[in-house]
Structures are given as structure tokens and as C-alpha cells.
């Protein structure tokens, strides 16, 4: 396969990942909401996401820095709102 083809695959499953996070960003950030959220699985989130962030930048593989980095930030926004509003 050609290498801009799987930069474009991976920049694709970047986009998915990250919007699939803004919906509930949006609710928590409306409804200041946090009840049905999971302290522990957004912790170990946004730990793993941290840690592909880092491997992305080590290994230079762009579509996971900018997939991990901007995902990290909404995962890390509701887990500030979850800490903040309980």
C-alpha cells in the first residue's frame, strides 16, 4: 500500500477518535453533569493516551500525535469536569 494512503487511513481514524469524544465533551460542559462517568476509566484514558502520545512522538508516526494530543485534551476536560463537579 502507498505510504500517502495509509498516512490518509491513519488521519481518518484520528478524525473518528477525536469526534467521537466531542459529543460528550459538549454534554458535561452544558449540564455540568459528571454522575454517569467513570472516574477510573477516564484516569486509565487519558494515562493510555498520554502514553500514545509519547510512542507517536517517538516513533514520528504524525496521524497518532495529532489523534493522541487532541484526544487527550477532550478525554482530559471531562476528567477535570468529573473531578470538579463529581
Do not use: H
Not at 497518532?64 to 494530543?69: I, K, R
Amino acid at each position: 500500500m502507498e505510504p500517502l494512503a495509509i498516512k490518509l487511513i491513519g488521519f481518518a481514524a484520528a478524525t473518528c477518535t477525536i469526534v467521537a469524544y466531542a459529543p460528550q465533551v459538549i454534554k458535561v460542559w452544558k449540564t455540568r453533569s459528571t454522575g454517569d462517568i467513570s472516574l477510573g476509566m477516564f484516569l486509565v484514558m487519558v494515562l493510555g493516551l498520554a502514553l500514545w502520545l509519547v510512542y507517536g512522538l517517538l516513533s514520528g508516526d504524525a496521524p497518532l500525535v495529532a489523534a493522541n494530543a487532541i484526544t487527550m485534551v477532550l478525554a482530559g476536560g471531562i476528567l477535570f469536569m468529573k473531578l470538579r463537579y463529581g
